[in-house]
């Protein structure tokens, strides 16, 4: 099993650096300086999120770091290629030891104790109708008193 390096799949790096290369050309075209300004950090940000792996803003949003955290993980996975992410997520130590941690106990949980539902309706067993007459012909006993006094 491959270890993943950050929190972005193979796709959406993929698209974070298509989309990034179009920022990148819609920046050195003509036009508003602040627009082409706004498309060159919007280029910047996407290539280097497809670079690292890893997205801080994506690790903020899913509770796994703060944004601050996130973006140090984004920019450490830049400068170190290969480098696991930090602070649990996917492809650091603490990650792949909680993870083993997982995969054991549901290892250890199979099979389980209780059998699958079945799906099938209840039907009653075939002498049901004789106990059920046994029952109401059977005499009535009173009900005495578990400490033996009568009423």
Do not use: Y
Request: hydrophobic share 40%.
């Amino acid at each position: 099993m491959t270890r993943q390096t950050g929190n972005l799949s193979d796709t959406e790096r993929a698209v974070s650096a298509l989309i990034g290369v179009a920022f990148s050309i819609t920046s050195l075209r003509r036009g508003r300086l602040w627009l082409r300004a706004l498309a060159g950090v919007a280029a910047a940000g996407l290539l280097a999120r497809a670079l690292a792996g890893h997205c801080g803003v994506k690790a903020a949003l899913t509770g796994h770091s703060s944004l601050r955290e996130g973006i140090v993980d984004q920019w450490h996975g830049m400068s170190v290629p290969g480098r696991p992410a930090g602070k649990g997520m996917p492809g650091s130590s603490v990650h792949a030891t909680t993870s083993d941690a997982v995969d054991e106990s549901v290892d250890e949980s199979l099979p389980a104790s209780d059998p699958p539902a079945s799906r099938l309706p209840d039907v009653p067993p075939v002498n049901a109708e004789a106990k059920w007459d046994a029952v109401r012909a059977a005499p009535r006993a009173e009900t005495a008193d578990p400490h033996g006094s009568k009423d």
